[in-house]
């Protein structure tokens, strides 16, 4: 049969037999392979007559025709071809909506990638056939933020907004193409003939969705690669329904065996798409605020979740196979979970619709009424408490059809028989870890605490230690059984699904989980006891231990249960001694640590009336902490890590004991003892007390073991200084002896001479060959020693006042520092402490420098970058700030990918839990990333600032100016960048997705975030911890820069649109016109209503350029709609006066800030003034620049007498004043003080001081140099308006 008989008989067209496939598709395969995509193209091209041009119309050859097209870099003709492969003229059995809903994700990115001079080029016959609608930059961005002034897709008012931009840009594109000769014709024309040739020809029939295997996996190549998951999902679950309905009972064992291909595949596409939605936001009930955002994500999780269901539950009753009932069952409380979430976010918005005191206007509810009908494809807003009632029905079965069948699993495991011998094979069939993790999942998603504990106890496990007996020395034949017998490879490669069993040590984890949860105290104690007898470090398993038995359930404000306390010190000694004397791990910190918890454990539960258990209480803990140290201060490189919660603990309740001398008796003592550990364990006595028949390594064990010593003992007198130091509060300059943190380290630490002394001596006993001169990538034992003279270098310039303070104290650490990272290059504590001594020093780019040397990459982007990012920034080197941010985009995007790689590939070998959990981190951690908000909008605030010659690689130094490549600035480039950055943004991990992500959010705790930041990498700082921004400061910036961004894109597209005046009568406002400028409008409206809702509080300086900005955008709306439609008193002279007193209250405005910065600024600030230009000056002289096109088209530009420009001018003037001022700042901040003579004789390396003393007038000069050009250049350009003025 004929492709086009067998269109007409509803059939897909393809090869009629095996012959015919091979002789048309082999040569297409080949150019393939060998990535000659052009010779592909002309292979799979329709002739221009009828003549033998059957198989160009084979779903093989047209989906090989798009995957070529997408490499050879056409991606809109690929995806229009996709199109009429999945959409034109196919009919779905039961579809509940039209194409353009369904492939909506699809659709969307065709439009995206169409322009007007595509539309010029599209015949009738395509054009009807996807009806594209060519949204512009504005429209795009308000559907992203479901704003009500762009209806729903389809509507009559969506084609009427879009007509007039349409026109316009197809006006433009035949003027301009008009005067480019033939050579862009005939561009055209090939373009026209690559998208509508697929189409031209094409039968208008009914056809069935695609079911072919091969087909559906050649497209599913090409979304991938264009992150069409959606799409794809879409295509699959239609293939599935498709075949599901014309399957029959007469299946060849290959159309078996290929359902059973696309079903499995089926399910793994589902489970992708589960990745790319957005976790809900986590709170205490009316806490949590919702919007559509939210509710979309929701429902498309929902949607993949259940098509996934349904697959797999298709799938297992397909293959029978006890790994596909395992699907079904995990992935039917997937579902059920994703229905607990979309149900709560459907019943917040009835609430919110339904309150009587709600502050929606009735446009608001308008809007909100209509988006949730189309996401969620009802008719009426009321069908809402229905269709969550017919949701929380099948949240209850779903449930209990995953116990059902996980049940089944296991019970066909303990009575399986071998289907070739019939033999029961126990240990084969034996039930695995996933078997009984599934079963117990959806046990406990049911609450079932009890039932799942005694299926928990009747788990045969292999022993918690392999070849342990009972006490007779006997194997319990129970517990061998469920160990699988695995003869070679093939066992593993044949056996479906895992083939581990249940592990002792887990079940005894879960059953003590479950017991605390059921109350049952004395069965968790015996379970966790019987895990620390064979685990005793895990920490763990001891908090359990006093879950379980000291605090039993108890509150908080509670005292605790002693005879509990007393069982665990005596199971803790127990322990201790049965490892003691087995040897077999003498060092144990565990137990030992254990005792120092339980008395600290005291001291939390104890009441406010008791004064004299608290003094016993709190010299147990010191006792306590005393031994510790004593036992472990020379064993563990983290001993005081281990107890450094406690002593910052043992201050604060001695701060609450009565009388002063009370309590400075308390901390005296332990900084006595710390102080008697140092002043044993110096080099000196380590050289007294060696004796001569030791071997040299003994003697450098020996003294490794002091210097541990040595250095934990600095440090715990350091925290205790430091827990004083933030209880009080003390004014420094108070002299109080007894909470003063300097008097307290002079008194009991050693002095920095003696310190240098011990940490070069450490140097004399390095390994055979130093790190530095190319020995083992290690650090070195003294590394320590020198991080903690930094921390004290820093307290002490904290101590000084801001008038005596001098760098001389920082310096001296700077210099340290980098002689320390010289003789230990790989330690990257020492170059985190260099980063932020030149934090304070304000040298931005010898920090970046050692950041450089870090290496950091990968996940430690997302985790590390905030130790560079915030100085960058304020050290104006914002070309590093943007690659810094560039790799955090990238990274996340690999890793996307990546996670749905590795996500199915653990779900098809049976690990559903670590499947689940690698999509939750995903979903939860990677997508709501802090870093990765934080670094798209330092990419669209700083796009205007890159330099030319980073992005190239040359070392010449290029002429520096403003939006020299990227970013907007007021140019003639500006409306093309806007329409790309809106183009860009479709993509969740694109810098230009956080104008999406800002008009989204109406205040800052509408934003769901993860903090990924790793803090821990600062564990050294004691005496003086930096600041870091907080996550919700880290928030609001992004988001602040995010409305930025989007007001400046909104204002550039409003005045491109904008028509000037004829004869002086006021232009015609078109549709397109009105709908820029009210979307302008209401993003002015919307930030200003986040920077309200979020409790913003800014510094007068930004809080008048703020509102100059947002002026100006209104000043913008107005000149080019007027006073609104219809309105008989709206003429250019009324325009005209609005402008003018909007524009002058500008200038009063800027004068404020001017007049603000000499309070909020040092004279010397040079960091505000670089965290002020791209947030704020930048955008303002970009509007102004957009205003003063706008004026000029008016007729009020330069060189007029109008009143509106001598004010523009004025405005102009006034900025151009006040960055000359900010220009003095920076000229201040060139200086610095050069190095001189220390305060203090110390043994610092003078060479090292006086170097660090350079990399600091270097970096300051460095900062200077790349900010003053874009000051002087925009300084110039303002006050070129001076010729207006006059």
């Not at 034996?430 to 078997?435: H, I, K, M, N, V």
């Not at 931005?844 to 990459?857: I, L, S």
């Not at 004025?1210 to 000359?1220: E, I, K, P, S, T």
């Not at 190095?1235 to 990399?1255: G, P, R, T, Y």
Request: aromatic letters at 6%; charged letters at 25%; a negative charge.
């Amino acid at each position: 049969m004929s492709s086009s008989a067998a269109i007409l008989t509803g059939r897909r067209p393809g090869p009629p037999n095996e012959q015919a496939s091979s002789k048309i598709l082999h040569p297409i395969y080949q150019a393939i392979d060998a990535h000659n995509y052009s010779k592909a193209l002309k292979l799979t091209a329709p002739p221009s007559s009828n003549a033998a041009a059957e198989h160009f119309q084979w779903d093989i050859v047209r989906a090989l025709r798009v995957h070529a097209l997408e490499r050879s870099g056409k991606r809109r003709e690929s995806l229009i071809l996709l199109w009429d492969m999945l959409a034109n003229g196919v009919h779905v059995e039961s579809a509940g909506q039209d194409a353009t809903k369904t492939w909506h994700e699809l659709r969307r990115r065709i439009e995206t990638l169409t322009d007007a001079a595509d539309l010029v080029d599209s015949d009738a016959h395509a054009s009807h056939a996807l009806q594209i609608q060519l949204f512009d930059a504005v429209q795009r961005l308000d559907m992203a933020a479901f704003d009500a002034n762009v209806p729903t897709f389809i509507t009559d008012s969506a084609v009427a907004a879009c007509k007039d931009s349409n026109h316009a840009m197809e006006n433009k594109y035949k003027s301009n193409a008009a005067g480019k000769g033939s050579k862009s014709k005939i561009k055209a024309s090939a373009t026209h003939k690559a998208k509508t040739a697929p189409t031209a020809k094409q039968p208008q029939s009914s056809l069935p969705p695609i079911t072919d295997e091969t087909v559906l996996q050649t497209l599913a190549v090409t979304l991938r690669i264009e992150g069409l998951f959606d799409t794809m999902s879409e295509m699959y679950h239609q293939a599935v329904v498709e075949v599901s309905r014309t399957t029959g009972s007469d299946q060849t064992l290959e159309q078996r065996h290929e359902f059973g291909t696309i079903l499995e595949e089926a399910v793994c596409v589902h489970f992708k798409a589960v990745s790319d939605c957005t976790a809900l936001k986590r709170g205490d009930g009316g806490d949590v605020k919702y919007n559509l955002q939210d509710l979309q994500a929701q429902s498309n999780l929902a949607k993949y979740y259940e098509r996934m269901q349904t697959s797999c539950l298709q799938l297992a009753k397909h293959s029978g196979e006890p790994l596909h009932f395992q699907w079904t069952a995990m992935a039917s409380l997937w579902y059920k979970q994703s229905l607990e979430d979309l149900v709560r976010v459907m019943e917040y918005f009835h609430r919110c619709l339904n309150k009587n005191d709600s502050k929606l206007t009735d446009k608001e509810r308008g809007r909100i009424e209509r988006w949730i009908l189309w996401i969620l494809g009802m008719q009426n807003i009321n069908e809402i408490p229905d269709r969550c009632q017919m949701l929380k029905q099948k949240m209850g079965l779903l449930p209990r059809l995953a116990e059902s069948l996980s049940f089944r699993i296991i019970q066909n495991r303990n009575t399986g028989k071998d289907e070739d011998t019939g033999d029961t094979q126990r240990n084969q069939y034996a039930p695995s870890e996933t078997d009984w993790d599934v079963y117990l999942e959806a046990l406990l998603m049911q609450n079932k605490l009890e039932d799942a504990l005694e299926v928990l106890r009747g788990i045969n496990c292999p022993p918690l230690i392999m070849g342990s007996g009972d006490k007779d020395g006997d194997v319990d034949d129970n517990n061998n059984n469920c160990i699988p017998q695995i003869h070679d490879e093939d066992t593993i490669k044949n056996h479906t699904g895992t083939i581990l069993p249940y592990t002792q040590r887990k079940k005894l984890e879960q059953m003590s989980e479950i017991a605390l949860k059921l109350g049952k105290f004395e069965e968790a104690e015996g379970w966790f006891k019987e895990l620390l007898t064979s685990f005793p470090d895990q920490w763990t398993y001891w908090l359990g231990l006093i879950d379980s038995c000291v605090l039993a359930g108890l509150p908080s404000d509670r005292a605790i249960d002693e005879e509990g306390c007393k069982r665990c010190q005596s199971f803790a000694h127990d322990i201790i001694t049965y490892k003691d004397v087995s040897q077999k791990n003498p060092t144990l910190r565990g137990p030992h640590l254990f005792l120092v918890e339980l008395a600290a454990l005291k001291l939390r539960h104890l009441g406010p009336d008791v004064t004299e258990l608290k003094g016993r209480l709190l010299m147990q803990l010191r006792k306590a902490i005393c031994t510790y140290g004593d036992k472990f201060g020379t064993l563990a490189s983290c001993c005081f890590a281990d107890l450094r919660t406690y002593l910052e603990l043992f201050v604060q309740h001695c701060s609450h004991t009565e009388g002063e001398r009370e309590i400075a008796d308390d901390v005296f003592l332990m900084m006595k003892w710390a102080k008697g550990l140092w002043m044993i364990h110096t080099q000196s006595s380590t050289s007294k007390s060696t004796e001569e028949g030791d071997t040299v390594s003994d003697q450098l064990r020996e003294r490794r073991k002091k210097l541990r010593m040595y250095i934990f003992a600095i440090q715990v007198c350091y925290c205790l200084a430091a827990a004083v130091e933030k209880l009080n509060h003390p004014d420094v300059s108070s002299g109080n002896t007894l909470t003063s943190a300097m008097d307290l380290l002079q008194n009991y630490t050693p002095s920095l001479n003696e310190m240098i002394v011990e940490w070069k001596t450490s140097l004399t006993f390095l390994p055979g060959v130093p790190p530095k001169d190319g020995g083992q990538k290690e650090t070195l034992p003294g590394d320590d020693i020198v991080l903690l003279i930094s921390q004290y270098l820093h307290l002490k310039t904290s101590y000084e006042s801001k008038a005596t303070s001098s760098p001389q104290h920082l310096l001296a650490a700077a210099g340290l520092l980098e002689e320390a990272i010289e003789h230990s290059p790989y330690n990257p504590s020492l170059k985190i402490a260099a980063i932020g001594v030149y934090s304070r020093l304000k040298s931005a780019h010898r920090a970046f420098e050692h950041y450089e040397d870090m290496g950091v990459k990968y996940i430690q982007l997302d985790s590390c970058s905030y130790l560079i990012l915030p100085l960058l920034v304020r050290g104006g080197l914002y070309n590093q700030a943007i690659t810094i941010s560039a790799a955090i985009l990238r990274f996340h995007g690999s890793t996307s990918k990546d996670v749905k790689d590795y996500s199915t590939k653990s779900f098809r070998k049976g690990y559903l839990l670590k499947a689940n959990e690698i999509v939750a981190f995903q979903r939860e951690k990677m997508r709501s990333s802090v870093q990765l908000c934080e670094a798209k909008s330092l990419v669209m605030d700083y796009a205007a600032l890159l330099k030319t010659s980073d992005s190239s690689g040359s070392k010449h130094t290029c002429e520096v100016r403003l939006g020299a490549e990227k970013g907007l600035c007021g140019c003639e480039e500006d409306t093309m960048r806007a329409e790309q950055l809106v183009r860009d943004s479709e993509s969740h991990f694109n810098a230009p997705s956080i104008l999406h992500a800002a008009s989204n959010a109406s205040a800052v705790q509408d934003f769901c975030s993860s903090d990924n930041r790793d803090m821990t990498v600062n564990y050294f700082e004691i005496l003086y911890r930096h600041r870091h921004s907080l996550e919700r400061d880290m928030i609001t910036e992004s988001l602040m820069r995010g409305h930025t961004q989007g007001l400046l894109v909104r204002a550039v597209m409003a005045t491109e649109l904008a028509k000037a005046p004829k004869k002086g009568k006021i232009p015609k406002c078109t549709d397109g016109m009105l709908s820029r400028c009210q979307s302008l409008l209401t993003a002015v409206q919307k930030a200003n209503q986040f920077i309200d809702n979020s409790g913003i509080h800014m510094n007068e300086v930004d809080r008048s350029l703020w509102a100059v900005s947002c002026l100006l955008c209104e000043v913008i709306a107005t000149v080019i709609q007027g006073s609104g439609d219809g309105d008989a008193s709206d003429s250019l002279a009324e325009r005209e006066k609005s402008a003018v007193s909007s524009v002058i209250l500008a200038g009063t405005l800027v004068s404020k800030a001017r007049c603000a910065s000499v309070t909020y600024f040092d004279a010397a600030d040079g960091e505000a003034v670089c965290k002020l230009l791209p947030d704020r000056i930048i955008p303002l002289f970009t509007i102004i620049e957009t205003t003063a096109r706008l004026f000029t088209l008016f007729g009020w530009g330069k060189r007029k007498t109008k009143e509106a420009a001598g004010a523009l001018a004025n405005l102009a003037l006034l900025l151009g004043d006040f960055l000359n001022d900010l220009l003095e700042i920076m000229k201040r901040f060139r200086s610095f003080v050069s190095f001189e003579s220390l305060v203090e004789d110390m043994s610092f390396d003078i060479d090292s001081l006086k170097n660090a003393s350079q990399h600091v007038v270097s970096s300051r000069g460095i900062t200077a140099d790349l900010v003053d050009p874009f000051l002087l250049q925009m300084k110039e350009a303002l006050m070129s308006f001076a010729a207006e003025e006059t």
